[in-house]
């Protein structure tokens, strides 16, 4: 067990709509990545929040945003959902200013679009 | 560009048989080097890293990663493979100026046949 929950574990959107997708991170962690997995693929970065402020975003349009809260829990929401959305989205945490680097990851949101 | 290369899909090994799953990297600067695990329908587990000191590093569940700063290398590997060992692998690197962000490998498919 890492102490990330992340949360739906499993749901089903249409094209067009929105969703929104939770994760509680583990104490004392005060970063959040959030990643894009499709099925046979390796994670991709979306953003990294730290002390409540993006700090770094890969390639991803607009319409995905986050938000990292005080208690350093945080939400990844995404509008106008496409086809291509669906896939695993990953919640990682970890501690900035340490040197190890070290993220620890929640189980994942299966998202589907239909 | 900062890179990282998982250059097999996928590694069949029988069991008891000694196995190796390859990743090699490019950054600049000196790497932090990690290697997850993720089982199907599952987040990632980290599995063992190198930041610094001796070359050979032992990770969780009898795995091992050898750093080989000449040839850019992070081998994963484990003396008596198990068929629990079964899983997509994943090799990822963060270096000094990434805002410690992890760039992943595309991951290799670990399939133990009994």
């Known amino acids: 067990e890492t102490g990330v929950t992340q949360s739906p574990t499993h749901l089903i959107k249409t094209r067009g709509q929105q969703v929104t997708l939770r994760c509680s991170s583990q104490s004392g962690h005060n970063t959040v990545s959030w990643y894009q997995q499709a099925l046979g693929q390796g994670p991709q970065f979306i953003f990294q929040y730290y002390r409540e402020e993006e700090n770094g975003r890969g390639n991803f349009p607009p319409r995905f945003s986050g938000l990292q809260f005080p208690n350093y829990s945080s939400e990844l929401n995404v509008n106008a959902l496409e086809l291509d959305d669906s896939a695993l989205y990953l919640c990682?945490?970890?501690?900035?200013?340490?040197?190890?680097?070290?993220?620890?990851f929640g189980e994942g949101s299966r998202l589907t679009v239909l | 560009a900062q890179s990282v290369a998982q250059p097999e899909d996928q590694v069949n090994v029988a069991e008891g048989n000694p196995l190796t799953v390859k990743c090699t990297y490019s950054?600049?600067?000196?790497?932090?080097l990690f290697w997850y695990v993720q089982y199907p329908n599952r987040g990632l587990q980290f599995l063992l890293k190198?930041?610094?000191?001796d070359n050979l590093v032992k990770g969780s569940y009898g795995f091992e990663a050898e750093f080989n700063k000449s040839q850019t290398s992070f081998h994963l590997k484990k003396p008596s493979a198990l068929v629990s060992d079964s899983a997509l692998y994943f090799c990822?690197?963060?270096?000094?100026?990434?805002?410690?962000?992890?760039?992943w490998g595309a991951g290799t498919k670990l399939i133990i046949k009994p």
């Open positions: 990682a945490t970890g501690i900035r200013g340490g040197p190890t680097g070290e993220l620890f």
């Open positions: 190198y930041i610094t000191g």
């Open positions: 990822a690197v963060i270096w000094m100026d990434s805002n410690y962000q992890l760039i």
């Open positions: 950054v600049s600067g000196n790497p932090y």
